[in-house]
């Protein structure tokens, strides 16, 4: 059974930095690619962020190309997400993701997720 438990996110002023950590649990992790979504009140849950496998290749959301940097422990099957000079429209639920099938691409799909957590930019 896929787990995925996230952590760091909180509050935090515009212009500032938080460091988003996600666990996986359940198989080894090493040759499937992995991902940041989130999704604000009102709108649809996005791709983030994205690494393959190798960690060779990754995808980021336009918005936040140049803020966000994605990486991967394979050795520890963590993904963390580094997020820099961050913007109140970053205010959402961040979810870490798997896909079902290995040696994916960064964009997915993904398919499973993990409980979230909340990500407050004040202004």
Do not use: H
């Not at 996230?6 to 515009?14: M, P, R, Y």
């Not at 820099?84 to 964009?107: H, I, R």
């Amino acid at each position: 059974q896929v787990q995925l438990v996230e952590s760091g996110g909180g509050l935090v002023q515009a212009g500032g930095s938080l460091r988003l950590s996600c666990v996986a649990s359940g198989r080894t992790f090493s040759k499937y690619a992995m991902g940041w979504f989130r999704q604000a009140p009102g709108k649809d849950r996005e791709l983030v962020a994205g690494i393959t496998w190798t960690g060779t290749s990754t995808y980021y959301a336009d918005s936040v190309k140049g803020r966000f940097t994605i990486s991967r422990d394979n050795a520890n099957n963590t993904v963390t997400l580094q997020m820099k000079s961050l913007k109140p429209e970053d205010t959402a639920v961040y979810y870490c993701a798997v896909p079902e099938v290995p040696f994916g691409q960064s964009q997915g799909p993904y398919d499973y997720w993990g409980q979230g957590t909340q990500v407050t930019v004040s202004s």
